[in-house]
């Protein structure tokens, strides 16, 4: 049998006064997933572990079963795997934001929504100027970036900016958790301490003024009339993943593709054993391209055992509170990724298993992501059906799953039945 995950990003959403009290996923018109789910069995996952924030990354690795408390390194290595940065023992990769600052302020965490065109060249510079045997900065996407510290001790505290805008960025800057200020080479991983490690970053973000500020890429865009990046932010520090592969928990999985126009969850790919495939005119957005994207993945499934196939932009919809625009991104996803795919496997010889979820709710009301259990299905030729009729989140607790936690959901998924 051969296995697709189908994610739609931050599908899930509480119930919507205007639409009646109906979630979006009870509102929208959505067959497709709503006849799986009626042939095939349902249930929720918690995809939030305990103490953990509900980020994509987070939810995305309890999807594929990754125990979190073991297995969880922040932002920094699963983006260094999606711009292809191999981390070797002992490396501390941090999310690398170049941010705007004015005054004494965070005027923002993109640095005006620079393109990563102008941010190569700033990087490049940066890494020129403030690069060693120690320090090393990697250009990515847009205003993220990468830096790695040769033996950074990664018990500091450090701040997301874009959870800071407008605030004073000083006392936001690195400091060592509390408690390990005198602690030295803990884990074998670092030789700073956690002071050092934090005096140093703060030395590199201080230095990164003088050197950005007056930069011509900075001097074009003022005059533009657009925000300088001015500043380095690093932040979410880790090392790299003790992941093991898809393959080594699941020998069926001989070769297994993922297909995501999101960093962090190629990051999660890589560190899985999948490849990665480049769709043309993947955006992240609504107005992705989801043919591109299907058509991959049926190519994909010809010759590998498994696909991630995650879309994301419910969340984006979600993120800006648009419930008519997050409804379309729902309608999009059953109608031009669910159904074209079902349609196309569902008589194959070598039979094919579908799974359809959100990673975490993204509540239109609230704008930002939520930790409670998401719906998913599981429909494959010849599955005993339950009583379901709809997918949605409140259906989904009457499904003869239940509640799932860890592993448990992909321990079913992948389950060899025929
Ligand atoms: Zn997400």
């Not at 109906?22 to 959505?30: C, G, H, N, P």
């Not at 941010?99 to 393109?115: F, L, Q, R, V």
């Not at 998401?374 to 499904?399: K, R």
Request: glycine share 8%.
């Amino acid at each position: 049998m051969k296995h697709i995950i189908i994610l739609g990003d931050g599908m899930a959403d509480w119930p919507v006064k205007s639409l009646g009290g109906k979630t979006l996923l009870q509102s929208a018109k959505i067959p497709y997933m709503d006849k799986l789910a009626q042939m095939g069995r349902v249930g929720r996952l918690k995809t939030v572990a305990d103490g953990f924030h509900p980020g994509s990354e987070v939810a995305n690795m309890s999807v594929l079963g990754y125990n979190l408390p073991k297995v969880y390194e922040g932002r920094g290595p699963l983006e260094a795997a999606s711009i292809g940065v191999e981390l070797k023992p002992g490396e501390m990769a941090m999310r690398c934001n170049i941010i705007c600052i004015e005054g004494d302020n965070i005027k923002n965490h993109s640095a005006g929504h620079i393109t990563t065109e102008e941010a190569d060249v700033l990087v490049k510079y940066l890494q020129e100027q403030l690069g060693d045997e120690r320090v090393r900065f990697y250009t990515g996407v847009q205003y993220r970036h990468l830096l790695v510290i040769k033996g950074g001790d990664k018990r500091i505290d450090c701040t997301p900016p874009h959870d800071v805008p407008l605030k004073p960025f000083r006392p936001l800057l690195v400091k060592p958790m509390p408690g390990t200020e005198n602690i030295t080479t803990p884990e074998g991983q670092a030789d700073l301490t956690p002071q050092q490690t934090a005096d140093l970053i703060n030395d590199l973000i201080m230095r990164s003024w003088e050197l950005l500020q007056n930069h011509p890429i900075n001097q074009k865009r003022m005059a533009g009339g657009k925000d300088p990046a001015n500043s380095i932010w690093p932040w979410s520090p880790g090392y790299r993943p003790q992941m093991e592969r898809l393959s080594d928990k699941f020998p069926q999985v001989k070769c297994g593709a993922v297909i995501s126009a999101v960093d962090l969850i190629n990051g999660i790919g890589y560190y899985a054993g999948l490849r990665r495939l480049i769709v043309e005119g993947a955006t992240g957005l609504y107005d992705t391209n989801y043919e591109n994207k299907v058509a991959a993945a049926l190519d994909a499934l010809k010759t590998d055992d498994f696909v991630y196939l995650h879309i994301e932009a419910s969340d984006e919809a979600g993120h800006e509170g648009d419930i008519s625009l997050k409804t379309l991104t729902i309608e999009n996803l059953d109608s031009r990724a669910v159904g074209p795919v079902y349609e196309a496997v569902k008589n194959w010889d070598e039979p094919v298993s579908i799974a359809v979820l959100p990673d975490h709710p993204t509540p239109c009301e609230l704008r930002t992501h939520t930790n409670e259990p998401v719906p998913f299905f599981i429909w494959y030729p010849g599955i005993e059906p339950d009583e379901v009729q709809t997918f949605d989140e409140v259906a989904a607790c009457n499904g003869s799953y239940g509640l799932m936690r860890e592993d448990e959901f992909i321990n079913e998924f992948m389950k060899e039945i025929l």
